[in-house]
């Protein structure tokens, strides 16, 4: 093993090197980049230094555009900087990239290239956002795996100066920035040997200086412009060489050795693939196995994309190529080809090699995978009769027959390498422990090891599949493994839900976290899963993991126990060897954290292998039962046919015919997918329950319900379906039923923490109390059923000012991917339920749109008239605009509708066009006038005549809409701060809701400017040393929007006033909520109690700002919660956020607790002036 | 001259008033005042166990929550680069205190049981601390767990505290101990220099309105000085071990009285909270009068004097005392 080898990502690979070489660092979160911001700020808060001994100023910028600029400016002054970003980010720089490049300025952006949000949002990997940047004057260089994204930013760097180009390095998103290697980095010598002096102080010498000043950013006209844009033309011609001389400086200093376009294969190749990225691992294994079984293939691995160098790659390829197939990972739809594709044509047009047939194709789209069989399947199209062009591969495509076939038995997985599946629940550690593993192998042993990781698309529940290969000879292989000779299923569950035996390889090991003991575990095991372990002659292990893990106070955290397992029978490291190995990582991996956490993973280390056990297969399968079916026979074809298969794991098989073709699915498709993720569910105790509604309201997931309905319909009720009488003055003689939807339970406890009863004779109970879901799951699935057809109660009877009535009305979001006791959720449930039916809503990026929009089951939903919220993402910057945007379509169409609907007030009727004419725009009169355009609509039935047919048409606009702008503090504080600005500066009645988690969340917890003081957060590693902003006040000085600041556990009520009257509000409203987040750090079934103590610290107050009341002669301001009462500090060290810096640095922390009080103290006195002056402060 | 001086935890002391483990010794102020008004020594408050454990766990495990889910969330905090977790802060004030006063100064940890938390001993230790107090608050609520299996355990944690540290070492106990007498000899053989007796027990009150059991504090009593004065009258001279008495002194009589059952140190808490610190300079002038009158020469004169070995009518402290209680028609009515 080499000393100077490390198991790291492809992120850190880049940030090391960029940070090494950088003195300003722009960041802004985004995946998959964030993690190189984020070890940037992390290092400079520990100190480290730069190449020059210097620690580099990190700073978080409001966005990417933002960061783009700062770092124009820091490079302009005569700063090395860098950043690093992906996707829209990437795009929002590209106004400063022009600018950065046509001003000759060195400078590297490191890019986790992704996918761009089109028809749909993807955090995954593809080229499309660095192809929308070629034409920008950059140059771009590609790396091609976590070893070259190391090496080649420190060619990007090196090269950066002596060009005068910036330069783009980028590598493939989540395949290489997350892929976790063995890799040997450039070392800091290498790098002082890579950067060179004369050319940093020549770069300090072109800055901006009043000392020797110069003009830049001018203005130019016909007369020069052209001329000075083509002054650049010899930077341009003179980069490659640069760069190659770069390359073949740093093989003299590492011995590793790149060229601008590598050639791999046969030397007499007829055939070749052209590409660039993390693919051409794929296609390589695919060449040298070709060329193996006699054929003469090749593939040229394209570094240097811009500038192209036409005649290094012409030299680059064989003479004897005959046919070449360019493959982009990106698409440009409309294009004759795309950009790879057009760049080979032309360079092999300019350089004179003719005779050769060249067909272009796209693959990889959003991290679709690309395996050595899809590049087998390119090669074999360059030898059909007529190769098909502008193909694609990895999909089928039915509907345009691009989509090549391939044969997935075509492997070319290494037999000597070990390759382990391992499935998991995020809860469990399964993916920490397996990274943890392949730093043991990759830094205690000669072998080489990778790991990649899948994760779900919920949050809550999550599952994790983990794949890990090691081996005596170095692993290329840049996809998902399919042969695999090691499978681990840690959650016995999973084996309904997944078929993880498919990816096992014929007389591989099958290790399996059990509660039953080998001797009972087959006769529980699915048929499916008996019949392949058969079939496959598979070894059967089994281990009750989660037992040895509690009795060694590990709680449910399995993964010490499942990766003591997996080196037992690997046999990666004798065993002996592999338990130090193990422990020593321990040590290593949570000493900071204490010795009791290390004490208890090495308790657990000891105490496994006596419970690991063989099971002895029977010679047949015995289980009569088949897995359950996914989805009920009840669900819509749409959900059959293809969320089904999503929800399967078998969408990489859906065809682009299944697929909607502008970005348009169904809501309420949540429902169907029955994770049962919650081990223990609530329980209602109707015999003293007080009907409150407290746990339906506050329950994340909506998954506790009220109804009231007439007891005849008992009748019919399963047996073990509970009702009580409902405890309402005017519905005596209804009953009542709370129940709960036990399958889509996270069991998050929330409902019990709010609960207002105990029980008499045993108060540790309550009116709902947690118990284990699996006994009650069947005849709870019979409740839920008969409960879900009891009609709805009349909105009209229901009293909107009331949480016990609001518990009555259906909730149309349900059933999320939000994490387990989210704090955001119940505010958005609560919007549903009051104007779901006529809802419009507008969702910025973050959170909320991917527990809102992720696929394949989405939460937002619609009641039984079909009428429910409209949804939609736009972006992440520009959501208030996008809901302005949909309040101004539908003030159009009712103004328009109002105007056609005069001019046929005789043809429908004046009682009928005066009734719809004069319905105020409420959400009490929904009902009426969505019955009255009904009646409109039927009238107008036949008309052919332009108006009528026009009316028709934007009838619907009549009925009031409620326009809801959703999104979290990093879209309202920061991004999209000047948009909302803006919005709450119209008349538009818009209504704004900002779910504060004062965090980043989505993008795992960076700082924002919600972010309050002293609190430690991702790019405030140490503490962050500025105030939060106080966006309601600032809204409510204008004086023209109503504000509110809610927390539904501190006082619900007012949640609810705030809420309704921010609706009725006729211009623009801003509701800013206190949002609970697991980025807090603390347990959220008590964010409750800690919602109050927000509010009673001062950290939060309550109040409602609304203009109507300045009509009335009344203060618009009101302050609705008491002066602070409680020490800040009793609400701030409740949280990890705060705690974790009193420990990490214990001066600072106390520094900023006290200006925070200060904060807390002065704030509550401005609010008390404003609520108390006659007219509120404002005009 | 009369002389208060008086010898606990291998050290020799000014006097035997000692502040006993409490928040006193989180403020430096307060500990510098303490010492101005006469404290000869200090405790320090408690490191617990749990405290030290949870700290720990509970960190790791809201550091851990939610990570390695979901693809775009790994982790939700910044990856320090140290947590301090454990005793650090503990220690830094041990320090503090330490350089702050020119008596001893005793650490106290809070534990029942032998884990790896022990090794916080010898941490101590390092960072100055003139002896150990281990304070054995321990409610064993298991019905499973006999006596024996409680004195064994408690043996166990002594020994192992013992084999961490060369400093003297003070074991202070709760009141409910089977044969109190034949343990405080078994922790003597154990290692300990020293017991404090006894233990205040925070029983909770019981809200009946909440329908909840509630933490409940309150400061001590001089009545509760009673139960201290008659075990350490019944094991003085009778077993090899210093005694101090935590519990219920108040006042300079009460002083006197622990001195007499055989107290080599007297330790006040609610009577400082209750007082400020500067009452132990009103104590120490109390303690010295009634001496002067009473014409006692020393604190050892006094020691022990009213012990069981030396009373003159030892059947108050055995089942004499109940029988004549009875007698006085004082007990139960049947």
Sequence with gaps: MADDRVTIEGNEAAARVAYACSEVIAIYPITPSSGMGELSDQWASEGKPNLWGSVPRVVEMQSEGGAAGALHGALQAGALGTTFTASQGLLLMIPNMYKIAGELTPTVFHIAARSIAAQGLSIFGDHQDVMACRQTGWAMLASNSVQEAGDLALIAHAATLETRLPFLHFFDGFRTSHEVATVTPPTIEQIRGMIRDDLVTAFRQRALSPDHPVLRGTAQNPDVYFQARETVNPYYLACPAIVQNAMDRFAELSGRRYKLYEYVGHPQAERAIVMMGSGCGAAEEAVEALNAAGQKVGLLKVRLFRPFDLIAFAAALPESVKAVAVLDRTKEPGALGEPLYQDVLTALHEAGRSGMSLVGGRYGLSSKEFTPAMAKAVFDNLIATRPRNHFTVGIVDDVTHLSLDHDPAFSTEDPASVRAVFFGLGADGTVGANKNTIKIIGEDTPLHAQGYFVYDSKKSGSVTVSHLRFGPNPIRSTYLISRASFVACHQFHFLERFDMLGLAEAGGTFLLNSPHGPDEVWSHLPRSVQETILAKRLRLFVIDALAVAKENGMGGRINTVMQTCFFALSGVLPRDEAIAAIKKSIQKTYAKRGLPVVERNWAAVDATLDRLFEVKVPAEATAPTRRRPLVSADAPEFVQSVTARMMAGEGNALPVSALPVDGTWPTGTSQWEKRNIALEIPVWDESICIQCGKCVLVCPHAVIRGKVFDPALLDKAPETFKHADARWPDRKGQAFTLQVAHEDCTGCRLCVEACPVKNKSEPRLKAINMAPQPPLRDAEAKNWDFFRALPEPDRATLRADSVKDVQLMRPLFEFSGACAGCGETPYLKMISQLFGDHALIANATGCSSIYGGNLPTTPWAKGDDGCGPAWSNSLFEDNAEFGLGLRLAVDKQAEYARELLARLRDDVGAELADGLLNAKPTSADVRPQRERVKQLKEKLAGRTDAVARDLIAVADSLIPRSVWIVGGDGWAYDIGYGGLDHVLNTTANVNVLVLDTEVYSNTGGQMSKATPRAAVAKFAAAGKRTAKKDLALLAAVQGQCYVARVAFGANDTHTLTALREAESFPGPSLVIAYSPCIAHGFDLSKQLEQQKAAVQSGHWPLFRYDPRRKAAGLNPMQLDSKPPSLPLKNYLYNETRFTVLVQNDPASAEMLLREAEAEVADRWKLYERLAATANGGAS | ?334
């Excluded at chain 2, 910044?78 to 041990?94: A, I, R, V």
């Design chain 2, 1 to 334: 001259m009369t002389d208060l001086t008086a010898c606990y935890l291998g050290h020799n002391l000014p006097n035997p008033l000692i502040v006993s483990s409490s928040p006193i010794t989180r403020d430096l102020d307060q500990v510098r005042m303490a010492e101005d008004s006469g404290a000869a020594a200090f405790v320090m408050h408690s490191l617990f166990e749990e405290q030290i454990e949870s700290e720990s766990l509970d960190l790791h495990h809201h550091l851990e929550a939610g990570s390695e889910s979901y693809a775009e969330s790994l982790s939700y905090f910044p990856n320090m680069q140290t947590y301090n977790t454990g005793p650090d802060g503990y220690l830094e004030q041990l320090r503090r205190v330490k350089a702050a006063v020119r008596g001893p100064v005793f650490a106290s940890l809070n534990g029942t049981s032998a884990g790896g938390w022990v090794h916080y001993a010898r941490l101590v230790e390092e960072a100055g601390a003139d002896g150990l107090e281990l304070n054995v608050y321990d409610i064993p609520t298991d019905p499973n767990l006999t006596s024996q299996q409680i004195e064994d355990r408690l043996m166990e944690l002594v020994r192992a505290i013992r084999q961490q540290i060369r400093i003297p070492l003070a074991v202070k106990l709760g009141p409910f101990y089977t044969a109190p007498v034949n343990l405080l000899t078994r922790l003597h053989g154990a290692g300990a220099t020293a017991a404090v007796l006894f233990n205040r027990f925070y029983q909770p009150d019981l809200n009946i309105d909440d329908l909840d059991a509630v933490p409940h504090l309150k400061l001590s009593h001089s009545d509760e000085l009673l139960t201290r004065l008659h075990w350490v009258g019944v094991a003085y001279g009778r077993v090899p071990i210093e005694l101090a008495v935590t519990g219920g002194v108040h006042s300079a009589r009460d002083v006197i009285k622990c001195i007499m059952a055989g107290a080599s140190g007297v330790m006040l808490t609610s009577a400082l909270l209750r007082h400020g610190v500067g009452h132990l300079r009103q104590l120490l002038a109390d303690l010295r009068h009634w001496m002067e009158e009473k014409e006692y020469e020393s604190i050892a004169q006094m020691r022990g004097s009213l012990s069981l070995n030396k009373v003159p009518d030892p059947t108050a402290f055995e089942r004499g005392n109940y029988m004549r209680v009875l007698r006085q028609g004082v007990g139960p009515t049947w």
